[in-house]
């Protein structure tokens, strides 16, 4: 995400940071070389039902060396005696998505409903 830059991530720790709530918690897990360095970040969101996968971002080396995959694990191990739902959020970069379907799993579909209550002749236009 070559288009988001460090002052947006400090932007929104500092939202997280004074938006505190008592419902919804909000994380991060990270990966880090032998050097320190981090190669895999993730920002999560947890209610009583999920835990929500928000956005999360490997370097050029963690893309190489696979962090993201341990990344995951750990998070999933962590919460793997929760009854807790991990969402993965899906995606619709093939790349992303092939990406969590490699972790199998369940897709969910949510409908959209649409309701007009604008009077005639305007309901008519979408």
Avoid at 10 to 18: A, G, M, S, T, V
Avoid at 25 to 41: K, T
Avoid at 86 to 115: C, M
Wanted: overall charge positive; some cysteine; hydrophobic content about 35%.
């Amino acid at each position: 995400m070559k288009h988001i830059r460090v002052y947006d991530f400090e932007r929104l720790i500092q939202f997280c940071n004074e938006n505190k709530n008592t419902t919804l918690q909000y994380f991060a897990r990270a990966v880090q070389n032998r050097a320190g360095e981090i190669c895999s970040v993730v920002l999560l969101l947890k209610d009583r039902k999920r835990i929500y996968n928000i956005i999360n971002a490997s370097t050029t080396q963690g893309r190489k060396a696979g962090t993201n995959y341990m990344l995951y694990y750990e998070c999933l191990k962590e919460f793997s005696q929760q009854p807790i739902l991990f969402d993965f959020e899906g995606s619709a970069i093939p790349g992303v998505a092939g990406f969590y379907n490699k972790f199998n799993p369940r897709k969910e579909f949510y409908h959209i409903w649409h309701y007009n209550a604008l009077p005639f002749p305007l309901s008519m236009f979408p």
